[in-house]
């Protein structure tokens, strides 16, 4: 009897687990991307996919064999919208930046020790990048969105993630060393936006600012991606100054009683 609280907490953690895995792209997963990525047994994978989409929170695509989210996932975002007014308020900002940068812009939030895109406003300027859509995930310090929000944190919980970075940061470690990590904290904290560099994929750029809410804590970040060439040194005080703009315009809302 003991053991039962034990394994009914594993099983939610698993069925969540897969359900992000399943979350980070819009065309979903492949069953053997959804067992390498959870380090699940194969039939263990099966099974619980297929419970997920007897309940409507998966479906799978027979054609593609790919696993993607299922209507019941909606229906419960819907609801949860209403409490996370997230959209309304971050939107015209996102709009805002996608007008006067021509990039596109984007809206995060900080999930534990990662970072969930939420929401993404295409700019104008017809070469994009595509690293960063809704629902894609980074560790903290990955990414100008993961960047900017884990400079603002305490020093000592910046320092119980880079404790453990290769760990922390996975697949992304080689080209975030913890070195250029801790130099591109300290830049931030410096210039008060992040700037990836083409880290997470070679010559598609990034910048971000954080959003902070009402403990003072950086809770969100707004960001902006695009090719290398639109990102120079000369261009990156005028994208910093908006997003800093834009980011103190949403925290003010956020802090706001009510």
């Known amino acids: 009897m003991n053991q039962m609280p034990v394994q009914g907490a594993q099983v939610v953690s698993r069925i969540a687990g897969l359900l992000r895995i399943v979350g980070r792209r819009p065309e979903g997963s492949s069953l053997v991307e959804v067992v390498r990525e959870s380090g699940l047994t194969r039939p263990t994978v099966h099974r619980l996919l297929t419970s997920l989409a007897a309940e409507g929170l998966l ?3 027979a054609k593609t064999g790919m696993w993607v989210l299922g209507p019941e996932i909606l229906l419960m975002g819907s609801v949860a919208s209403a409490r996370f007014p997230l959209e309304d308020i971050a939107r015209p900002s996102l709009r805002r930046l996608a007008e006067e940068t021509g990039e ?23 070469v994009r990048s595509f690293v960063l859509h809704e629902g894609v995930r980074f560790p903290l ?3 100008s969105a993961g960047t900017a929000i884990m400079a ?3 020093q000592g919980e910046q320092e119980q993630i880079l404790a453990d970075w290769p760990a922390h940061a996975g697949t992304f470690t080689q080209g975030h060393t913890e070195a250029v ?5 300290q830049r931030t904290r410096e210039a008060g936006y992040a700037v990836n560099p083409g880290l997470v994929l070679e010559g598609s750029w ?14 969100w970040a707004l960001s902006l991606t695009g090719i290398e060439p639109r990102f120079r040194e000369d261009r990156q005080e005028f994208l910093g100054r908006l997003l ?7 925290t003010n809302q956020l802090q706001q009683p009510g």
């Open 59 to 61: 479906d799978h695509d």
């Open 104 to 126: 596109s812009a984007f809206f995060s939030i900080r999930r534990g020790a990662e970072t969930v895109c939420l929401l993404r406003e295409e700019g104008s300027f017809p």
């Open 141 to 143: 310090g990955v990414a």
């Open 152 to 154: 603002f944190l305490p």
């Open 181 to 185: 990590v801790r130099a591109n904290l």
């Open 206 to 219: 990034g910048m971000g600012a954080a959003v902070f809410d009402q403990a003072g804590r950086p809770a």
């Open 244 to 250: 800093m703009e834009e980011a103190h315009r949403i």
